[in-house]
């Protein structure tokens, strides 16, 4: 019997020749997914690590805001200065002159009693009124009260002004220096929490400015928003998912949705002015007008995200409501939407979010007015918080940085409160199939 041919290569020789290769593509395919997780990993370090930045960078600015420094004085109240008919009109502004000029009676040139009256903040005299119109039997008395320093006193104090450098390079001078640190030695200079952030309206001198008369604007903007987007969002959506027939109008109307998601905010605002001010003569600067901006501007992400909830309804749920004789109106409201309902309510959460955050379209109706009383209704011109910061961060006083920052922590915290809420909704109501 004859030998059978060969070529060179055992079938053994054949196997590892294979084996190796395989093995060789196996380690290439292995060493490029570890250097893809090792860059995602360095991709999410480095966003965790900007997004650090910014927030520490945020709050080591603004921080300082949530205190204000205030000065002590005892402010003698004559009679004889009093009209008890008309105690507004007393002039409280010389009261406070004449306590400081006895507490340093050695001040008598004209520019240095000017320098020293700038010690304490221009508010501070409806401070004194205040006090003595809730009290009218403090007249004929001596009143010790802790007023607001003025806002380079505060900067000062704070630190933000070096003690230092020449006087021609500082707002404050070398006397004032005197005075604050006499007046810190005998117990007069403190810093207190700021109240007045979280209670006053917006003004021109950053120790008295506020961010509640923008955050009651905020919240009936938000109001007539709400109001309006999550009803008129929610039926649209129950319809084009539920009733309406597919056909060219409603693939229209769909693919108009979906683009209106990301036309930008500053075109909404344009819309609102020419309709809704110009054409409607609605008021410029009022919340109601903010809002149907905002409406406008949530209603394509309320719809998307409602029909989105209303297709994560199994068809099941439908066909045992209808195979027990429901109709197709309460198939809809008495299975399908309440089912739907949390994951329409995240939507709402994130659509009203992001209303909060804009400030572009506000801008357009004329809600970067410098409005220094407090909303009282949705007709009243107000402001957002996104333009008060705004506002702020183009003042050229230091001290309105200071607040710009404390501002925006205040709008984060809004913030990731209602996606915080979101997210909740999203994990406790949601159904899994």
């Known amino acids: 019997m004859s030998n059978p041919i060969t070529f060179g290569h055992s079938e053994g020789d054949f196997r590892g020749t294979t084996m190796d290769v395989v093995s060789a593509g196996l380690c290439k395919r292995q060493r490029a997914e570890k250097r ?162 979280f209670t006053a309206g917006d003004s021109r001198d950053p120790e008295l400015a506020g961010i509640w008369g923008a955050a ?82 949530t209603l394509p992400t309320i719809i998307i995200s409602s029909r989105a909830a209303l297709r994560s309804v199994p068809p099941s749920i439908r066909e045992a409501a209808l195979g027990i004789g429901a109709s197709p109106m309460q198939t809809i409201f008495y299975h399908i939407l309440p089912l739907a309902m949390p994951g329409m309510l995240t939507g709402a959460i994130i659509g009203m979010a992001q209303a909060l955050g804009e400030s572009a379209p506000l801008l357009m109706i004329g809600m970067v007015a410098f409005i220094v009383d407090i909303p009282a209704s949705v007709f009243d011109p107000s402001t957002v918080l996104p333009v008060q910061i705004y506002l702020w961060a183009d003042s050229p006083e230091r001290a309105f940085s200071e607040r710009t920052s404390a501002a925006i922590i205040v709008l984060l915290g809004f913030l990731i409160l209602m996606n915080s809420i979101a997210v909740f909704l999203r994990k406790r109501f949601e159904h899994r199939w």
């Open 216 to 297: 009651v604007g905020s919240f009936y903007t938000l109001m007539v928003t709400l109001l309006l987007s999550f009803p008129i969002g929610v039926s649209a959506a129950v319809y084009l998912e539920e009733f309406a027939p597919k056909n060219r109008l409603t693939d229209f109307i769909e693919v108009n949705i979906n683009n209106l998601a990301a036309v930008p905010s500053i075109v909404f605002g344009l819309l609102g002015l020419a309709v809704f001010i110009n054409f409607f003569g609605l008021p410029r600067s009022a919340p109601i007008v903010g809002g149907l901006v905002l409406t406008l501007m």
């Open 36 to 197: 893809f997780q090792r860059l995602g990993k360095m991709a999410i370090g480095i966003g965790l690590l900007c997004l650090v930045t910014l927030f520490v960078s945020i709050i080591s600015k603004g921080w300082p805001a949530f205190q204000q420094t205030y000065v002590k004085l005892d402010i003698p109240l004559p009679a004889a200065d009093f009209d008890k008919d008309n105690l507004s009109a007393t002039n409280y502004r010389a009261l406070i002159k004449s306590s400081l000029r006895n507490l340093f009676p050695r001040v008598e040139a004209r520019r240095e009693k000017r320098q020293l009256y700038r010690m304490v903040s221009q508010g501070a005299a409806y401070r004194l009124r205040d006090l003595v119109l809730s009290d009218p039997e403090l007249i004929g008395t001596t009143v010790s009260i802790w007023l607001p320093a003025d806002d380079e006193v505060d900067m000062f104090v704070k630190g933000h002004i070096d003690r230092n450098i020449s006087q021609r390079d500082r707002r404050v001078k070398d006397n004032q220096i005197g005075w604050i640190d006499q007046l810190e030695s005998e117990g007069r200079l403190q810093k207190r929490f700021n109240t007045t952030f």
